[in-house]
């Protein structure tokens, strides 16, 4: 049915009015008159051209606003390592983050959370991990949150891990705290943070996953991988089932030293730990539902890569032959090798976890 020229004008008037006014007054005064001009099927086109028109509005709107459309995005932030304080459990607490050269404040970049080990500091992981070298050249910003428990040095930490430690900080909302302080005041997409943690640091980021939360598409963990507080089996250790409950499958990339005597790679080792790593990775596969792994070994380096998982979630453990309590490639670890045991420079535990982690998202 041809439509006159009148009834197209209005029609193509009122899907404009429709955009701006919508069910206002001046749209239903509108409506009617064109009810009294134009037939019933030339109605129903109206009322399908406004709707198209509103969605096509909206559309535009979207795309308008770009990529600067967070919280955190409009402003530069000058390049660097720096510290920023919050409140968080009515005390206040302190991380610190790194902002690369080419951060512009309009782009959403990732994150990587990083966190300390026991008797540390944020300042002191983010020197031992080299994240800001790995930032720098990738583009993304490097964030180190630190622990609540104050060690015998000054200016030291350790995180209250729940069921592990005995400290009143509820480390878990510091760590949701941290996350909505870098998501408030930087340009970043969620869609991309990540976790890594060393040691102590380790067992805090798994915990946090074992609890349920959400926030990470992939974690990194250095000598410190957990599958829950540690529960007596006989004469050793097993990872409780109870205390690790993750929300989601997780995609997990995790180093050790078959030399560690801090917390041996078989276990048994200190009550904190308990269990070794083998058997918290041999639990993760079961929670990330995985299927047989591949193993082989290249010179001084054992391979695991769980490539069959739900969701597409993939998980690789490196086993490094002569390696202690060490971050494998950091030379800023090689002053304490006499306590902490050799540095691995067989690869890179940073540079890997980057290639790993820029697969992943959440």
């Given amino acids: ?39 019933k099927p030339v109605l129903r086109r109206i009322r399908a051209l406004s709707v198209v028109a509103i969605a096509s509005f909206v559309s535009l709107l979207s795309l308008s606003t770009g990529s600067a459309s967070a919280a955190g995005c409009g402003q530069p932030r000058d390049v660097g390592r720096y510290d920023m304080t919050l409140t968080s459990g009515g005390h206040e607490r302190v991380f610190s983050y790194f902002i690369p050269s080419s951060y512009s404040g309009q782009d959403k970049v990732p994150v990587v959370f990083d966190f300390h080990g026991s008797d540390s500091n944020a300042n002191e992981q983010l020197d031992r991990s080299e994240w800001e070298r790995v930032a720098e050249r990738e583009g993304f910003i490097a964030v180190a949150p630190q622990g609540s428990m104050p060690t015998k040095r000054a200016g030291y930490f350790a995180w209250n891990v729940p069921g592990v430690a005995k400290g009143e900080a509820d480390e878990g909302a510091y760590i949701r705290d941290v996350i909505k302080a870098v998501d408030d005041n930087f340009c970043v997409d969620p869609a991309s943070f990540y976790a890594t943690g060393y040691s102590g640091g380790g067992r805090m980021v798994s915990q946090y996953l074992c609890d349920g939360n959400t926030d990470f598409a992939a974690a990194g963990l250095v000598v410190g991988l957990r599958a829950g507080t540690p529960k007596r089996e006989g004469d050793g250790f097993v990872p409780d089932a109870a205390t690790c409950k993750p929300a989601k499958p997780m995609s997990l990339i995790a180093f050790a030293g078959l030399d560690d005597k801090i917390n041996p790679i078989a276990g048994p080792g200190l009550p904190y730990w308990g269990y070794g790593a083998d058997a918290a990775l041999h639990r993760w596969a ?13 010179g001084r380096v054992e391979t695991t890569d769980y490539a069959q998982c739900t969701d597409g979630v993939r998980i690789a453990s490196y086993r490094l032959a002569g390696a202690g309590h060490t971050w494998p490639g950091s030379t800023a670890s090689l002053k304490i090798q006499k306590v902490i045991g050799k540095v691995s420079f067989d690869l890179n535990a940073t540079d890997m976890m980057w290639d790993f982690f820029s697969k992943s998202k959440r």
């Fill in 286 to 298: 079961e929670l990330d539902g995985c299927k047989s792994p591949t193993v082989k070994t290249e």
């Fill in 1 to 39: 049915m041809l439509v006159s020229t009148s009834c197209t004008w209005q029609i193509f008037s009122f899907c404009i009015l429709s955009v701006f006014c919508y069910r206002g007054p001046a749209a239903e005064d509108y409506m009617q008159n064109i009810e009294t001009k134009c037939e």
